[in-house]
């Protein structure tokens, strides 16, 4: 069986000492430097799970990708997502302060090489500028401009489960980022009824709604995908108590 787009690139990216020496560096930045929670290897396997899911159950719901402007296909939707989930947070080997700006400088030369014999002229160039602008377009107050864009700041901020939440928080500091990231369970995305998307949270605390209501919902309502999204969340079982005693000074 011939390989796909997607499995050709997959493969380049899974080969790439480059890619794999920058997802180090950013956590070297992240963790180690900055003692601030993990943007390297682990989460980008997470966000591109999410995202081609994401992608799967919009597109069998006829939502059209941005790459359709460029005369693209499902299969190239497919190739965008997966090198912008590969590629986002590569700018926090430089530093996490403008780390999405500083993703998109790292990308082109990575995204040359990566697509080098994969699409001919103009699709590659097409599929090079959406890969960027949906690496671009997971900045907090970017709007995204494509479906592929939309998807990409909707998984990001869903790696969540078990204390990996989006929000920085410092190792060890009992915050209300801390405690809220500390609750979330399990994070599911299925095929919905109502709408093609629904996610649900599975919390062991309250605290959890903090991730959802401060952070996801703001990225869920700036991504322009809310509309074909339902999301649920859910305590099982007994509540668990997260933090003992808090002080201040």
Same mark, same amino acid.
């Given at each position: /069986?011939? &390989?796909?787009?997607?499995?050709?690139?997959?493969?380049?990216?899974?080969?790439?000492?480059?890619?794999?020496?920058?997802?180090?560096?950013?956590?070297?930045?992240?963790?180690?430097?900055?003692?601030?929670?993990?943007?390297?290897?682990?989460?980008?396997?997470?966000?591109?799970?999410?995202?081609?899911?994401?992608?799967?159950?919009?597109?069998?719901?006829?939502?059209?990708?941005?790459?359709? @402007?460029? =005369?693209?296909?499902?299969?190239?939707?497919?190739?965008?997502?997966?090198?912008?989930?590969?590629?986002?947070?590569?700018?926090?080997?430089?530093?996490?302060?403008?780390?999405?700006?500083?993703?998109?400088?790292?990308?082109?030369?990575?995204? @040359? @090489?990566?697509?080098?014999?994969?699409?001919?002229?103009?699709?590659?160039?097409?599929?090079?500028? @959406?890969? /960027?602008?949906?690496?671009?377009?997971?900045?907090?107050?970017?709007?995204?401009?494509?479906?592929?864009?939309?998807?990409?700041?909707?998984?990001?901020?869903?790696? /969540?489960?078990?204390?990996?939440?989006?929000?920085?928080?410092?190792?060890?500091?009992?915050?209300?980022?801390?405690?809220?990231?500390?609750?979330?369970?399990?994070?599911?995305?299925?095929?919905?009824?109502?709408?093609?998307?629904?996610?649900?949270?599975? /919390?062991?605390?309250?605290?959890?709604?903090? &991730?959802?209501?401060?952070?996801?919902?703001?990225?869920?309502?700036?991504? =322009?995908?809310?509309?074909?999204?339902?999301?649920?969340?859910?305590?099982?079982?007994?509540?668990?108590?997260?933090?003992?005693?808090?002080?201040?000074?």
């Amino acid at each position: /069986m011939a &390989q796909t787009k997607l499995d050709q690139v997959k493969e380049r990216v899974a080969q790439s000492g480059r890619l794999r020496a920058l997802w180090a560096a950013s956590n070297i930045t992240a963790i180690d430097r900055m003692r601030v929670n993990d943007h390297g290897p682990v989460h980008v396997r997470i966000v591109t799970r999410l995202a081609l899911k994401l992608l799967r159950y919009l597109t069998e719901a006829g939502v059209q990708p941005g790459i359709t @402007d460029h =005369g693209g296909t499902v299969q190239e939707a497919e190739v965008v997502v997966f090198l912008a989930s590969a590629l986002h947070d590569v700018g926090h080997a430089i530093h996490r302060t403008e780390h999405e700006l500083l993703s998109v400088v790292l990308s082109p030369q990575l995204l @040359d @090489d990566l697509l080098e014999g994969v699409y001919e002229e103009p699709l590659r160039t097409a599929v090079l500028i @959406d890969t /960027m602008h949906a690496i671009y377009s997971h900045r907090r107050e970017a709007e995204p401009l494509t479906v592929e864009a939309g998807i990409i700041k909707v998984a990001d901020a869903l790696d /969540m489960e078990k204390g990996r939440a989006r929000i920085p928080f410092r190792v060890g500091e009992p915050t209300i980022h801390s405690v809220s990231a500390l609750a979330i369970e399990k994070v599911e995305v299925k095929k919905g009824t109502d709408k093609p998307v629904h996610i649900h949270v599975r /919390m062991s605390n309250s605290a959890g709604i903090f &991730q959802l209501d401060s952070l996801f919902k703001e990225k869920l309502n700036r991504s =322009g995908l809310a509309r074909y999204i339902d999301v649920s969340a859910e305590i099982e079982g007994e509540e668990t108590k997260i933090i003992e005693r808090y002080a201040i000074g």
